[in-house]
T-cell receptor, first 113, second 115 residues
């Protein structure tokens, strides 16, 4: 199993600003994943973050808007840049997926005003 | 990855058995069926995975017919705390090696348990 801690748990931000979300895992993992869950919706994969390489983004998500860092095997950050109200969502960090059991953080609830 | 279709919502009562069906008509030969549960304000958590026939663990049972084009998650004697969204996914078997791939979630089934 894996224990995943995300910070902050929630935030209210002004439009045009940026927020960096931190994700800490209690064990070393090769791949970490970032998801977005819009209000009342399912989860959508944003990107896959491998340590030591550029993140791989899914269709509809770009690095300029969602830059990701992966400095070591237990930590990653996701930045939501130049925010607008449409970015109001829950952002979740995960390890594992198809091929392994997936574990998720509690999520970061972002509200952009 | 095979697309999945589930009922958007279901209601039941405490103590009842709840069965949630998922359709996955285009499931590949090597795909497994996996169910995740998500409580409000939490990330999803793994419930059960299966390939064919029946799988049972301490939380649920998973029934998969021979053609594997659908599956049914069965929750015995539900309680109020089983109110959650349940997601059906198809993909590689857990511990199949080769690392992990990101998950593709469908809309899920919002299960509401009433007293």
């Amino acid at each position: 199993s894996a224990v995943i801690s995300q910070k902050p748990s929630r935030d209210i931000c002004q439009r045009g600003t940026s927020l960096t979300i931190q994700c800490q895992v209690d064990s070393q993992v090769t791949m970490m994943f970032w998801y977005r869950q819009q209000p009342g919706q399912s989860l959508t994969l944003i990107a896959t973050a491998n340590q030591g390489s550029e993140a791989t983004y899914e269709s509809g998500f770009v690095i300029d808007k969602f830059p990701i860092s992966r400095p070591n095997l237990t930590f990653s950050t996701l930045t939501v840049s130049n925010m607008s109200p449409e970015d109001s969502s829950i952002y979740l960090c995960s390890v594992g997926g198809h091929g392994t059991e997936a574990f998720f953080g509690q999520g970061t609830r972002l509200t952009v005003v | 990855l095979a697309k999945t279709t589930q009922p958007i919502s279901m209601d039941s009562y405490e103590g009842q058995e709840v069965n949630i069906t998922c359709s996955h008509n285009n499931i590949a030969t090597n795909d497994y069926i996996t169910w995740y549960q998500q409580f409000p304000s939490q990330g999803p958590r793994f419930i059960i995975q299966g390939y064919k026939t029946k799988v049972t663990n301490e939380v649920a049972s998973l029934f998969i017919p021979a053609d594997r084009k659908s599956s049914t998650l069965s929750l015995p004697r539900v309680s109020l705390s089983d109110t959650a969204v349940y997601y059906c996914l198809v993909g590689r078997r857990i511990n199949s090696g080769g690392g992990a791939d990101g998950l593709t979630f469908g809309k899920g089934t919002h299960l509401i348990i009433q007293p």
